[in-house]
């Protein structure tokens, strides 16, 4: 069955403490990226990848790190959690620069940093 | 940059009722268009999409969308609305020439009475 998997799906951490929201998916895809959904605002992407090693920053990516290893994970990593970092966070999937693609959601992180 | 307009940020309707969410986008040249749905407590799935061809597309669930290119709009529309369709609605654009980024809008928030 295609699909993302993130993991864990539910974080309560502490400030300053890292950690790690794990990304893979099966479908091959080349471009990756991760979302934050916070009430108001819709998603905001704050990485993406377009293939392995290939890494770029989206619109919020203070706060954030990434690596693209490999062709199917892509795990976001918070080196020091804050509070304003308590949030629903979704990685995403897709071909890159296919005419028919699509971006297959995971089933989200909620994180809460306290 | 593209960017997505999604004219409503909440609608309430009653049961039965028709409904059509705007959507908006800025890019000129070829894109991929799609909706995609959030029901509560859920990740996003893919709702209906774009590519080519006939501009009026259907969806899941009875839902349809029309493309049309001289307005840059792309409106989710459906004749008769149910109370399980209460979600989150988003509207996303990407351009498979040009960047390929998969660009969202802030979201829909649909509230169907029963």
């Known amino acids: 069955e295609a699909q993302v998997t993130q993991n864990p799906r539910y974080l309560i951490t502490v400030t300053g403490k890292k950690l790690t929201v794990t990304c893979s998916q099966n479908?091959?895809?080349?471009?990756m990226s991760w979302y934050r959904q916070d009430p108001g605002l819709g998603l905001r992407q704050i990485y993406y990848?377009?293939?392995?090693?290939?890494?770029d920053k989206g619109d919020v990516p203070e706060g954030y790190k990434v690596s693209r290893k490999e062709k199917r994970n892509f795990p976001l990593i918070l080196e020091s959690p804050s509070p304003n970092q308590t949030s629903l966070y979704f990685c995403?999937?897709?071909?890159?620069?296919?005419?028919?693609?699509?971006?297959?959601f995971g089933q989200g992180t909620r994180l809460t940093v306290v | 940059a593209q960017s997505v307009s999604q004219h409503n940020h909440h609608v309430i309707l009653s049961e039965a009722a028709s409904l059509e969410l705007g959507c908006n986008y800025s890019?000129?040249?070829?894109?991929?268009l799609f909706w995609y749905v959030q029901y509560p407590g859920q990740h996003l799935q893919l709702l209906l999409k774009?590519?080519?061809?006939?501009?009026l597309v259907k969806g899941i669930k009875g839902f349809e969308a029309e493309f049309i290119k001289s307005k840059f709009s792309f409106n989710l529309r459906k004749p008769s609305v149910q109370w399980s369709d209460t979600a989150e609605y988003f509207c996303?654009?990407?351009?498979?020439?040009?960047?390929?980024?998969?660009?969202f809008g802030k979201g829909t928030r649909l509230h169907i009475l029963p």
């Open positions: 996303a654009v990407n351009a498979p020439n040009r960047d390929d980024k998969i660009i």
């Open positions: 479908m091959n895809h080349e471009y």
């Open positions: 774009y590519f080519s061809g006939d501009p």
């Open positions: 995403a999937s897709s071909h890159w620069q296919r005419t028919n693609t699509e971006a297959f």
């Open positions: 990848s377009m293939n392995v090693e290939v890494t």
């Open positions: 890019y000129g040249g070829t894109v991929n």
